[in-house]
């Protein structure tokens, strides 16, 4: 027997491609994973929905309790508080509870269908102690750098908003002067060394056009042919023909004379024409020396606007805010868009979304049912009931634009966000009454309006980039009250006695055009209340202020009108007087002429 | 410094390993993705997966992620700029469409301009960190191996307890 000889290679150990002892560390760490979902769903989703709506919204979404029940299809949350994004210590509606029903299947494609939303208990305006705007900065100007979407649809409303130039009620303070009234800045000077200056240009040409009918000559020889006529004999045929060319010569100086008189009339209306011109200027020159005396304007329309427009406004930008809003995470068509992606440690990007005919849209709130108080901190608060129908992510394939109401004894509200087709329409309207409204202070002025409880109307449009809204405001509880501001002037007593016992308030706002420069009109029932005590309290005052810029106007210019108003009489008189001069010897020597060469060529039994 | 001394355990770990230079290089391409990419994301979990389950150097995954995290946030504008080209792109709308429409897939959000540049990247990164990472390991052991090995800052490093952990999962 031999030995088996011994391999002279090892062979090579087999690669192992899967690790199987890895398997059941594997299947703990998903039975962990597991646990942890099971354990924690709720408050991740509770937190997720917390960051995506704070980021949706441009404001703090608080939820107190969320709770997933997949087996049912419904999620529960508790204690929903949104915060205001355009005010710091106000929410912008709180929910006791919403309890939805979700379709589960939808989840596995990443999409939110919502059947049915049942809502109880929402309260809305309720205040919060903490600041709850993402969107704005802290002191409420600009935009949240990194708040998405809402802080930029923020920011471009506030920008909006800034473009109405509001008028501000300027009322007169201290002793009315004119002191600063400038003489260069006076139009009646200027026109009036300018019409001294035609004067003289005129005069100087008139006398060489004087000069330039040489009537000397043609008199004279007029005259001489005269003489000789007076002694000729009937048989003396040349001096006859010599009497008809003088008559002819005269006659066609009369002509030239006719046609000087012609231009100096021409030129005289011209003048006076000026004289006229410096009239109007004088008029303006008093316009502007007016308005050096900072008086109080008395326009009816400009007081309504100037101190109404900013609290009207509000409404108007709140509503657009929405609209905006709206049509940015509903937009129409089936186009891709980009959203901001969801907030995270790293960069957040953006998402995408691939709309398909067809399919299901990424959210859709079929309908939803609202229950709810209004003046919940008031010892009666009223209970309401609302319907929201059609909220969808990507309208065009909901295939039906989103309607929202509510109604009650005193409350009507109404949405309608057509956003189906390509060019989208955004409506709604409100009206609210018996709510107490509140009070703001009036620009420019040391006063604050309390409107009271009274009506408030909101009806809104935006067709495409076209704009209609109405604000309207009802009271008449109005209350004033003096800011400690105030001083104890007389001007300020008689603003105080102006609108402190105006207590009906009538306001309308209303704004209409394209959304780019929409137009504002305000106007309210203190519009005329106001002009008129106020003309009425400092009227006499207004009156002698304005005597006093007439009268320095009237200074300032009376040196240099008043010489050429002089010269341009003289002119016109110097002008007229030398052509009837010439004229009458012209037509005397002509009537001499003529009755000379009568007697001159008269029969001898005729004489 | 805990973390600092199982990354050098890892790495020296790794590198010494009986593993093949194939299957440190395979673990540190997997563990890349972890690192380039957002790390919630269910793409990551089968890439997690795949680490624990494949027989690749789950230790060079662990070290490449931690590795690559930093380098993940530096780079996100250019993740951005490539996700953005991608998604918006007019030949590829039709793939992304039917893509988001399907079950899923949306779930890996895909459709995000970050999670989609920085997978793309990653996976274009792949076979090159794999060639090279493989390429440098060999001649690693090739020449200071050895001595590595036989030094005392090598012997200390081992010597804690955390190696035992890592033993788990060696190659």
Redo the contacts between chains.
């Keep these: 027997m031999t030995a088996p000889a011994p391999s002279s290679q090892v062979a090579a150990p087999r690669l192992k491609i899967f690790r199987w002892r890895a398997v059941g560390p594997l299947l703990v760490l998903v039975v962990i994973a597991g646990v942890l979902w099971w354990l924690f769903a709720d408050t991740l989703a509770r937190h997720g929905t917390q960051k995506v709506g704070t980021q949706l919204l441009g404001a703090k979404v608080e939820i107190q309790d969320l709770h997933i029940d997949l087996a049912k299809g419904n999620v529960t949350i508790r204690g929903l508080t949104i915060a205001s994004p355009h005010e710091a210590l106000k929410n912008l509606l709180q929910a006791d509870e919403l309890v939805a029903d979700i379709d589960v299947v939808p989840l596995t494609e990443k999409k939110l269908i919502i059947d049915r939303i049942a809502a109880n208990g929402l309260r809305f305006g309720t205040p919060r102690e903490t600041d709850g705007r993402v969107a704005a900065n802290a002191d409420g100007t600009g935009s949240g750098k990194g708040a998405g979407i809402a802080g930029v649809v923020l920011a471009e409303t506030r920008e909006w908003a800034k473009q109405f130039q509001i008028p501000v009620l300027q009322l007169a303070t201290g002793n009315i002067s004119i002191d600063s009234l400038d003489p260069r800045r006076l139009s009646t000077i200027p026109a009036a060394e300018a019409l001294g200056a035609r004067a003289d240009s005129m005069q100087k040409a008139w006398q060489a056009a004087v000069a330039g009918l040489q009537l000397g000559p043609t008199i004279d020889s007029a005259t001489a042919t005269l003489e000789k006529l007076r002694t000729a004999r009937a048989t003396d045929v040349a001096t006859l023909n010599e009497g008809r060319q003088a008559i002819e010569r005269v006659k066609r100086a009369s002509g030239r004379v006719t046609g000087l008189e012609r231009g100096v009339k021409t030129g005289v209306a011209e003048l006076q024409g000026g004289l006229s011109g410096l009239d109007s200027a004088r008029r303006r020159d008093y316009a502007f020396a007016r308005s050096l005396l900072n008086l109080p304007s008395l326009d009816a329309p400009q007081i309504s606007a100037a101190l109404f427009a900013p609290a009207a406004l509000k409404p108007f930008e709140r509503v657009l805010y929405w609209a905006q809003l709206a049509r940015r995470y509903m937009p129409p068509g089936l186009l891709p868009r980009a959203n901001t992606g969801p907030p995270r440690l790293r960069r957040a990007g953006e998402d995408v979304r691939f709309p398909k005919e067809n399919a299901l849209p990424r959210f859709l709130l079929r309908s939803a049912e609202l229950s709810f108080l209004l003046q919940p901190t008031s010892d009666q608060p009223q209970r309401y009931a609302g319907r929201l129908a059609g909220l969808s992510s990507d309208p065009a394939l909901y295939g039906r634009p989103m309607v929202g109401s509510a109604s009650g004894p005193q409350f009507a509200a109404g949405a309608f966000l057509n956003h189906v087709r390509g060019t989208p329409v955004d409506t709604a309207g409100l009206t609210l009454g018996g709510v107490r409204l509140p009070a703001f202070d009036v620009p420019g002025l040391p006063l604050r309006l309390d409107p009271g409880a009274g009506t408030t109307q909101l009806g809104f449009n935006l067709n495409g980039d076209n704009i209609h809204a109405r604000f309207a405001l009802r009271s008449s509880n109005a209350r004033w009250s003096r800011d400690s501001g105030m001083t104890s002037s007389t001007i300020d007593n008689l603003i105080w006695r102006a609108v402190s016992g105006l207590s009906n308030l009538e306001l309308e706002a209303r704004l209409s055009g394209e959304l780019e420069r929409p137009q504002l009109a305000v106007r309210s029932n203190l519009d005329q209340a106001i002009a008129a005590r106020l003309r009425a309290v400092v009227g006499e005052e207004v009156a002698a202020a304005e005597r006093q810029a007439r009268e320095r106007v009237d200074a300032l210019v009376k040196e240099k009108v008043d010489p050429v108003r002089a010269q341009v009489n003289t002119l016109q008189t110097q002008a007229n007087g030398q052509i009837a001069q010439q004229r009458a010897r012209l037509n005397e020597l002509q009537k001499q002429l003529e009755q000379r060469m009568r007697e001159f060529t008269r029969l001898p039994f005729q004489r | 410094v805990l973390t600092l001394v199982k990354l050098i355990q890892s790495l020296f770990g790794a590198l010494h390993s009986e593993g093949t230079p194939g299957q440190l290089a395979a673990g540190i391409a997997f563990g890349s993705i972890l690192g380039l990419t957002?790390l919630?994301n269910i793409h990551n979990a089968v890439v997690f997966?795949a680490l624990?389950?494949?027989?690749v150097s789950?230790a060079g995954g662990m070290l490449a992620w931690a590795l690559f995290v930093p380098i993940?946030?530096l780079l996100?504008?250019l993740?951005?700029w490539i996700?953005?080209g991608l998604?918006?792109a007019p030949s590829l709308?039709g793939l992304?469409?039917?893509?988001?429409?399907?079950?899923?897939v949306?779930?890996t959000?895909f459709?995000?301009?970050?999670?989609l540049?920085s997978l793309v990247f990653a996976l274009a990164l792949l076979l090159p960190l794999f060639f090279t990472t493989r390429w440098a390991v060999t001649r690693y052991r090739a020449t200071v191996g050895e001595r590595v090995r036989q030094s005392k800052f090598y012997k200390a490093v081992m010597a804690s307890k955390a190696y035992n952990v890592y033993k788990m999962?060696k190659?």
């Design positions: 957002p919630v997966a624990m389950l494949l027989n789950f993940g946030f996100d504008p993740f951005d996700g953005h998604l918006l709308r992304w469409t039917a893509l988001y429409n399907m079950p899923i949306p779930l959000n459709n995000n301009t970050i999670v540049g999962f190659p």
